[in-house]
């Protein structure tokens, strides 16, 4: 059974550009999660799509956009790069958190994306 | 809104010794909790969970955790210690029953470095 599976694992980018991160969720899940998580620090929370809808989102700017597509996987698109969004990006998925207690998320390995 | 505190950032501690990992919470309302781990260069794998029930919650590789609503802890504990367990322990919250988040928040981690 196939858990969370993300691409690419790493990438590089300079200030500025554009960049499009994708997570396919575990077997079974419909809502996704996208986390960030700094050298050091614990995942941030920056938006979840359950039914191809953003339903929740972090305090992150509208620099940071998402998608969910009819099979349940997300793409997580950053805009206008700065160095600070330099992270490892996670995907997590679930079974339908907004109608059931969640019972604990599936994580992916993350985007390690490094912007120069 | 939840909030998670973890007390320590490095926990050092020799092979086959005990070890306790702590998490204080922060809400208004009923929550559950988890903690989870992060191997280098991976994503989050769930330790445990407490939703309801027995206080004593048991996980896998040999953890436990025990929550105290009077304290409004879930300290995490290992009686024995491997090499292996060196890594990222995050501590999580979400609502309970009722009210607040289903969105996880996560502490900033806690390292635990094994030595042999």
């Known amino acids: 059974d196939a858990g969370v599976t993300q691409s690419p694992t790493h990438l590089i980018k300079t200030r500025g550009q554009q960049v499009t991160l994708r997570c396919s969720p575990k077997?079974?899940?419909?809502?996704v999660s996208w986390y960030q998580q700094a050298l050091g620090q614990g995942p941030q929370f920056i938006f979840q799509?359950?039914?191809?809808?953003?339903?929740q989102r972090g305090n992150f700017p509208d620099r940071f956009s998402g998608h969910q597509f009819p099979n349940y996987s997300s793409e997580l698109n950053v805009n206008a790069l700065l160095l600070g969004d330099s992270a490892l990006y996670l995907c997590?998925?679930?079974?339908?958190?907004?109608?059931?207690?969640?019972?604990?998320?599936?994580f992916g390995s993350g985007t390690r994306l490094t912007v120069v | 809104a939840q909030s998670v505190t973890q007390l320590d950032s490095q926990v050092p501690v020799f092979e086959e010794a005990p070890v306790e990992l702590r998490c204080n919470y922060s809400?208004?309302?009923?929550?559950?909790l988890f903690w989870y781990v992060q191997y280098p260069n991976q994503g989050l794998q769930l330790l445990l969970k407490y939703l309801s029930g027995s206080t004593l919650v048991k996980g896998i590789n040999g953890f436990e955790a025990e929550f105290n609503k009077s304290q409004t802890s879930f300290h995490l504990r290992k009686p024995s210690v491997h090499i292996s367990d060196t890594a990222e322990y995050f501590c999580a919250v979400t609502k309970g029953a009722s009210g607040g988040s289903y969105i996880p928040t996560f502490g900033r981690g806690t390292s635990l470095i094994v030595h042999p």
């Open positions: 799509y359950y039914e191809e809808e953003e339903r």
């Open positions: 077997s079974g899940h419909d809502t």
């Open positions: 997590a998925s679930t079974g339908g958190a907004l109608r059931r207690p969640n019972y604990g998320y599936t």
């Open positions: 809400s208004s309302v009923s929550v559950y």
